[in-house]
Nanobody, 119 residues
Framework: QVQLVESGGGLVQPGGSLRLSCLTS????????MNWYRQAPGKERELVAA????????NYADSVKGRFAISKDNAKGTVYLQMHSLKPEDTAVYYC????????????WGQGTQVTVSS
């Protein structure tokens, strides 16, 4: 059974940091592109960061470049999102997504974790 379980969200003050984790199981993690998305109230879900199966290539939304860093541990089947200098506009539910690099029909989502940036 495929599972993606996000954790690490919470309430943080502007300028603070959080590290999100997405623990996966049920598929061959090293064969998947891993992505972090977010969805704020009333807005569409957007891609925040992506990392290649080997971890040697990353991409970021312009709004988070220089503040967020995505990484993965293939041995642990876990992808991380380190977030620094958080802003109120980063408030959203953050989702982990796995997409197979050969067959994109294998596409899995986690349930999300809430991040709230507020003083």
């Amino acid at each position: 059974q495929v599972q993606l379980v996000e954790s690490g969200g919470g309430l943080v003050q502007p300028g603070g940091s959080l590290r999100l984790s997405c623990l996966t199981s049920g598929f061959t993690f090293s064969n998947y592109h891993m992505n972090w998305y977010r969805q704020a109230p009333g807005k569409e879900r957007e891609l925040v960061a992506a990392i290649s199966p080997t971890g040697d290539s990353t991409n970021y939304a312009d709004s988070v470049k220089g503040r967020f860093a995505i990484s993965k541990d293939n041995a642990k089947g876990t992808v991380y999102l380190q977030m620094h200098s958080l802003k109120p506009e980063d408030t959203a539910v953050y989702y982990c997504r796995a997409v197979n690099f050969v067959n994109i029909r294998y596409d899995y989502w986690g349930q999300g974790t809430q991040v709230t940036v507020s003083s």
